[in-house]
């Protein structure tokens, strides 16, 4: 079956950016605070702190304007991109942990 959209030669694309220095990133990590209790939320403390260690990357905001445009502008390209490319390999591991767990 092919791809939704491709009979009308749409092509579709996530682009997942990493952490940029916008002030949006800063703002989730202190938000949850707010109403963050380990003992009622399913993501332990650990987690949201890897989370937060994630700003020390934080990269200028033009080199994830630039992947945007070159996947926009590419005839074919991943259906997921995420930058850089320390943020894709970090969510990588991350979803194989997920597929590998037990519960």
Sequence with gaps: ?????????????TINPG????????MIFEEKEKWYDEKVNFTKRADMLKGAAMLALQQDPQEM??????????????FRTVYPEAAELLVKENERKIWDEKI
């Design 1 to 13: 079956m092919p791809a939704a959209g491709a009979e009308f030669g749409i092509q579709v694309a």
């Design 65 to 78: 304007i630039d992947k945007m445009v070159e996947v926009i502008e590419a005839k074919h390209h991943p």
């Design 19 to 26: 952490p940029y220095k916008t002030g949006f990133n800063d």
